[in-house]
């Protein structure tokens, strides 16, 4: 099995090498990741300048664009063949709720998904409140739990244009309960904008905020994960709201006879 992997934390994030290590048990690896790190950056290419592409060892490379960026180079420039599975993460941090329309390695999985090519992202749900070294994070685990699903996991199933989001509780592999399937929870922020100035007197912002908690609901990611397991949603590329889709449409039909 060709597999590309690719992530947003960076070329030399931890997590990349723990997904790296694992996967090549299921077959051949090849790396394209960003040059630093793109987190948060959403799905974007990047058409207003040059991108390089650096080998970094043997299937090994960085780029100097998003994640994006990475996987469409990834399989027109460098695999110039489409591979049979695409792989982003580890990510350092959890992408539940809302946050995979944020989410860099979400969003090299759906650059995958939108090329008809079977994907998941996998993220590790590091607390971030609690001040810990990279190498007490459990990206370990995270990579055992995707590739013990993809090991048994029917590719053919998966509907095209859909890609499969992996978060996993930061904890030892023995201590993940299974596998759950959700659908999206939502997550609360606070939505802090820093105010600050420059030396030149010029005001300037930092946006971001701190994680608040989750909206209750049983079955959603964020729920599960907070329980012990490992979340699997399937995300479309359709974001069509069907259920209101025909509201709308009797709305608007109704106004014409008027």
Not at 63 to 92: E, H, T
Not at 121 to 135: Q, T
Not at 171 to 186: D, S, Y
Request: charged share 25%.
């Amino acid at each position: 099995m060709r597999i590309l992997l690719s992530n947003d934390d960076g070329v030399h994030a931890p997590g990349l090498k723990a997904m790296y290590d694992e996967l090549k048990k299921l077959g051949q690896v090849c790396v394209v990741a960003p040059l630093e790190e793109k987190s948060t950056t959403g799905h974007s290419l990047t058409l207003h300048k040059p991108l390089r592409l650096i080998p970094m060892g043997k299937d090994f490379y960085g780029v100097n664009g998003s994640p994006a960026d990475c996987v469409y180079i990834g399989i027109r420039q460098v695999l110039k063949q489409m591979p049979d599975l695409v792989v982003s993460g580890i990510n350092r941090g959890a992408n539940l709720g809302q946050d995979v329309y944020y989410s860099g390695t979400v969003s090299a999985a759906r650059e995958a998904c939108i090329l008809g090519l079977p994907s998941i992202a996998v993220s590790l749900a590091v607390n971030f409140a609690k001040a810990r070294s990279e190498d007490d994070i459990h990206y370990s685990t995270a990579a055992k739990v995707a590739v013990q699903f993809l090991r048994d996991f029917d590719r053919k199933s998966l509907p095209i244009h859909t890609l499969l989001n992996l978060n996993v509780p930061d904890v030892p592999f023995k201590a993940v309960k299974g596998i759950e399937v959700a659908r999206q929870g939502f997550r609360y922020y606070s939505g802090t904008v820093l105010k600050r100035r420059d030396h030149r007197g010029k005001d300037y912002f930092w946006v971001g905020g701190q994680y608040k908690g989750f909206k209750k609901s049983e079955g959603t990611d964020v729920t599960i994960v907070d329980r012990g397991f490992a979340s699997l949603t399937p995300l479309k590329l359709d974001g069509t709201d069907d259920r209101f889709l025909k509201t709308l449409t009797d709305q608007i039909g109704g106004n014409r006879k008027r």
